[in-house]
């Protein structure tokens, strides 16, 4: 279990390396077994600038269970919201070496569905 975590924490800094290479305001996801987190944060990395999570008080009675693909679709859509309100109109998605499947990726098209730019 712990190789599995280490070899998806060098896919994310490998991952992480690259979008700072490009100087872009990164989406970032973390997912749990119950629950799915999305983060913007700026180019220097060093300030969150939106956040949306399957924990949030107006999300979480609608959903019920936070950690499926409809809850994440939901987070995706609001994390996009709440990065078009700040004027982020382009991200690099940063999928914190997660597979592109299943949760993280209802999350990322919900968030290009509602605006966001990848």
């Known amino acids: 279990?712990?190789?599995?975590?280490?070899?998806?924490?060098?896919?994310?800094?490998?991952?992480?390396?690259?979008?700072?290479?490009?100087?872009?305001v990164r989406l970032s996801v973390h997912r749990s077994n119950t629950h799915i987190y999305a983060q913007v944060i700026d180019v220097s990395g060093s300030k969150v600038l939106a956040t949306a999570s399957s924990l949030d008080t107006d999300?979480?009675?609608?959903?019920?269970?936070?950690?499926?693909?409809?809850?994440?679709?939901v987070v995706g859509k609001r994390i996009a919201e709440k990065a078009r309100e700040?004027?982020?109109?382009?991200?690099?998605f940063d999928?914190?070496?997660?597979?592109?499947?299943?949760?993280v990726k209802a999350l990322a098209e919900a968030a290009r569905a509602a605006g966001l730019k990848f």
């Not at 700040?86 to 690099?92: D, F, H, N, P, T």
């Not at 999928?95 to 949760?103: E, F, M, P, T, V």
Request: glycine share 12%; charged share 40%.
């Open 1 to 24: 279990m712990k190789q599995k975590r280490n070899e998806r924490r060098r896919r994310a800094r490998q991952t992480r390396a690259k979008i700072a290479e490009l100087k872009a």
């Open 59 to 73: 999300l979480r009675g609608a959903l019920g269970n936070g950690g499926n693909i409809k809850a994440a679709a």
């Open 86 to 92: 700040k004027g982020i109109e382009k991200v690099a």
């Open 95 to 103: 999928r914190a070496g997660y597979k592109y499947h299943g949760r």
